[in-house]
Each structure stands twice: as C-alpha cells, then as structure tokens.
DNA sequence: ATTATCTATAGATCTATAGATAATGC
DNA sequence: ATTATCTATAGATCTATAGATAATGC
C-alpha cells in the first residue's frame, strides 16, 4: 500500500476525493479559461480520473460549475476584515499566480462570459461582492452606493480577462497597477468631491 | 436594423454586398455574444446568405472577426477630438443599445475573450485605444501613462460584458454610471495627488 | 450486494469543403 | 465562360449516457 499523500492517489475506489479532485481541477480551469473553453474531459483529465465521473457526481458541466464557484468564493470576502476588503481584493486579484485563493472570484468573473451558466449562483456570489463593496461607500443612497460597487466589480471582471487573454496589460508593473486601481477605486467608492457633492463646502 | 438590406434581396448574385451583409452581422454578433459563442451559421442567415459564402468570402471564421474589427474599429477614436476622447468613449460604450456605433469597440473587447483570436488585429487596435489613452495622462513617464491606458480599456472591457452578461450593473442608472465612471477615470488618468506623488527619479 | 470506476458510443453541435446549380458577362 | 450561390456532407469536437468491470462492504 501506498503511504497516504497529501493529493493523494484518486484510483483507489473514493467518492470524495474524487469529487474533491474534480471541483479543483474544475476551479482552476473555469478560473483560467473561462466556462465555454473548458471541456469536462479536460477537467476529468487534470483530476486524474474518468470523464464519466464528472457527470456522475455533478449531473453536467454546469452543476460542476456551479459547485466549484460555490464552495469557498466567499473566501476573499471573508479573510479578514471588512474594512481591508478593498484592499484585500486587488492584492488577490493580482497575486492570482502565486497563489490559488483567487481562483473561486477568477472563476465567477470568467463564468460571466457565459450568459445563462450558474446563473443563480453566480447572481448570489456577484450580489455578496457588490454588496459588500457597497457597504464601503459613505452614502444614504443605497442604489447609488450598489450602482459605484457595480462598476468596481466589472473592472475587476475586466481586469482579470485583460490579463488572462493577451490583452495589452497582464505583463506590467503590478505594484504600480495596483496603487493605480486602488487610487481610482477610492475615488469610485470614496465621497463625491465638494464640486459634485449637492451641498456646497461649509468650512 | 437586424434585416436591412439597402438594395434589394441578396439572392441577386452581388458579392460585394454579401461581404458587406456577413460584415456587418458580424459585428453585431460577436459584438453581443463574443467571438466563441457566434456561429458561422447564425452569422450567415443573419446575413441573409448561404453560410458557405462566409468561407468563400473570408476564409474562416476568424477571418471574418478579423475583417469585422478592422474595418472601422478606430471609428470612435475619430470621431472628434482628441481632448473628448474620455467622455466620447464612455458616451459610446453605454449607448451601445441605441446606436450601432459601438459595436467594433464592443467586438474589439469582448473578441478579449478568446485568447488567441484575431490576435493581430485585435493588439493593434487595443494598442492604438491605450495609446491614445495615455495621451490624456500628463505625465513624462510614459510606460506609467500606458499602464494607466490599460488599466482602463479593462475597465471597459469588463463594463461591456457585464452588461451583455446578466451580471448586475446592466440595468442601473446610465446617467449615474457615466458620471462616476468618468469621475474615477479622471482620477486614474488624471495627475496623482500630491500626497501619492514623489520626487521625479533622477531629478 | 453495492457502488466506484471504466469502456464505448450516441447524439448534437460546429467549422469547413467538394462539387452541383444557376445567374451574369463575353 | 466565369463565378456567385446553394446542397450535401465530411470531419472534428464536445456533452452526456448506457452498460460493463472491478473493488469494497455485509
């Protein structure tokens, strides 16, 4: 028998692991090429088992799909407090290479070309970032604090597709890019300024 | 809009305008349903014409994409001057439903999708928006002005395809959504403020 | 006996091509 | 005679399923 490794040998009649496998390798290829370009048997392949086992665990591609992005895509939402999260979801955003934890926000944003796949979850996921992203918006006005988070969450959508297609923008100074988008976010989402503001500068 | 044949049926044998039909239907819909999820087939009978005419015509697909986005992409960095090219490119990105006038810019952005489409094409003509982007940055560093241009037309990919997705953010407030897109545009391209800026390198 | 895994393939696209048909030009 | 258009279909995917095989549990 083989000493237990930390992926672990997938042969060996396991259900879970199986599925874990499949919801992985399913993570990394929605994140990386979207959902139209990712074919099951490329997801069963980099699993490392069977093509018919993703249909019976997961019914079709998009049940798959929908579990993938719905296990742990809150996770940047939650990793810390609410108050870094503007600034915690540009550094995921950008260091999506380094490390995996980007993959759940990647893959709901990709899964954004595909009109009508997962569509509630992905719905639900979308309304939890821009809620949140709402929340850090200094206005009574609900609908214009949700509209400002909106428009931040299709840069990031934007963002992530520039980078991940051959668009001009994915081989810059990240550091600078970062500081420029936090820049601009905080202005999205920050206070009008007094000439736009509807009551004039008292002081 | 969706049928407009200027001059009579297509039957009447006239290339000329059967490669202008699948032109134009075309733009239209890898426009709103990205280069991948197009088919030839919905192409041609939008087109009103037999689908073998489009590899006639065009080679193959991507040889129409190609074609499409070339022919008059650079339209809305032309249509006036240079000093509006900010509110003229945002004007056209939110009133793509009213007029047709986006749809090379909008084809251009979401073509983004397909890594490997076009490719030519497409970094042309997304290298001639950055550029013209970085113009507005005043700034002597030009690479820095660049990454600011991109970090933009990202912004405007991802808009685009929110809105043709069913992400949220299509149907909000346009008005609001130009007034703050543009105000953080400006604060992205615009001068940094002085607490952010340092000393020029080197000076 | 149950069920996880695998084999083989159906069925539905989709891109692309070969060759037939028919409208124009000489 | 040339060539624009159409018919028919090849060939390549891709999703999904039916049923066989084989490893576990009772």
Redesign the interface.
């Known amino acids: 028998m083989t000493s237990a490794r930390p992926s672990g040998p997938i042969r060996t009649r396991d259900a879970a692991a199986t599925r874990r496998a499949l919801l992985a390798a399913g993570r990394e290829l929605f994140a990386s090429e979207?959902f139209?370009?990712t074919t099951v048997r490329a997801v069963a392949e980099r699993a490392g088992v069977n093509q018919a086992l993703l249909f019976r665990y997961f019914g079709n591609k998009e049940g798959l799909f929908a579990e993938a992005i719905r296990d742990d895509a809150l996770e940047v939402l939650e990793a810390g407090p609410r108050r870094d999260l503007l600034e915690r979801t540009v550094a995921t955003l950008f260091h999506a290479s380094s490390a995996a934890d980007a993959e759940p926000l990647l893959a709901v944003l990709r899964g954004?070309?595909?009109?009508?796949i997962g569509?509630e979850v992905?719905?639900q996921l979308?309304?939890s970032y821009?809620s949140a992203f709402a929340d850090l918006v200094d206005t009574p006005d609900r609908?214009?604090a949700?509209?400002?988070a909106?428009?931040f969450?299709?840069?990031?959508?934007?963002?992530s597709?520039?980078r991940?297609?051959?668009?001009?923008?994915h081989s810059?100074?990240e550091v600078?890019?970062q500081?420029?988008?936090l820049?601009?976010?905080?202005?999205?989402l920050g206070p009008?300024?007094a000439t736009?503001a509807t009551d004039p500068p008292g002081s």
């Open positions: 979207g139209d370009r954004a070309s595909s009109s009508q569509a992905r719905q979308a309304d821009v609908a214009d949700v509209l400002r909106e428009l969450l299709s840069w990031l959508l934007g963002i597709l520039s991940s297609a051959d668009l001009p923008g810059l100074d600078a890019a500081a420029h988008l820049r601009a976010a905080r202005a999205l009008l300024p736009l």
